[in-house]
């Protein structure tokens, strides 16, 4: 009977807020966060992204900086470009690196990129930082993981600090709070031959 039914369910949901409740009631901790989104499939960028915008709803102060990206003008460049001083974007890099095909201009602009990434987490004035595409710099060998690492463990407590891109090294798997590891199942470009989309890949 539809009414009975509907009282299980009651019942059901009663017990789970409860069970609910009691679990939020327990988190009391507050922290900046270590995130770490990597693996082959897409969307790593993206889902950092989402933060960065819900930070900005917030009202929160933002800065990105991009590793290895920057021979072009993505679209959350353009987008975000409209929060004007909330949010500080530096694409740093040179393109990937079989366009660049300089490896030592390479790592210059990684440091250079993980200097200034750095500056901003100890400075306190961003509530989310996120160095995209940081764990390619470092499995590509241009940027030492125990520097990153190490540059960490420096972080104000407040602030939050986002690391994309595929080949995360273990050792910071180890030391973030939060990673996400995004599997590739099926894409386009290589499934089908069909190229970058704009709003999608850019």
Do not use: C
């Not at 969307?43 to 933002?62: D, E, N, P, Q, Y």
């Not at 095909?101 to 993980?114: H, P, S, T």
């Not at 940081?134 to 060998?141: E, F, R, T, Y």
Request: proline content about 3%; charged content about 25%.
């Amino acid at each position: 009977m539809p009414e009975l039914d509907n009282d299980l369910h009651r019942q059901k949901m009663q017990r789970r807020k409860e069970v609910q409740d009691e679990r939020l009631a327990a988190k009391t901790l507050e922290k900046g966060l270590i995130i770490v989104h990597t693996g082959t499939g897409k969307g790593k960028t993206t889902a950092a992204l989402g933060m960065i915008f819900r930070s900005l709803g917030h009202g929160k102060r933002v800065a990105i900086i991009q590793f290895i990206k920057g021979a072009w003008q993505p679209g959350e460049k353009a987008a975000l470009d409209r929060f004007g001083e909330q949010v500080l974007f530096a694409a740093l890099g040179g393109g990937f690196t079989w366009e660049t095909q300089d490896r030592q201009k390479d790592i210059e602009m990684v440091e250079q990129a993980w200097s200034q990434g750095l500056a901003l987490i100890q400075s306190s004035d961003y509530h989310l930082v996120l160095l995209d595409e940081v764990n390619v710099a470092m499995s590509l060998g241009y940027l030492n993981p125990q520097l990153v690492i190490d540059g960490l463990k420096t972080k104000p407590e407040p602030v939050h600090v986002a690391l994309t891109g595929r080949g995360a090294p273990t050792e910071l798997i180890e030391v973030a709070d939060l990673v996400t590891e995004m599997k590739l199942v099926k894409h386009p470009f290589r499934e089908q031959g069909i190229k970058a989309q704009i709003g999608i890949e850019f």
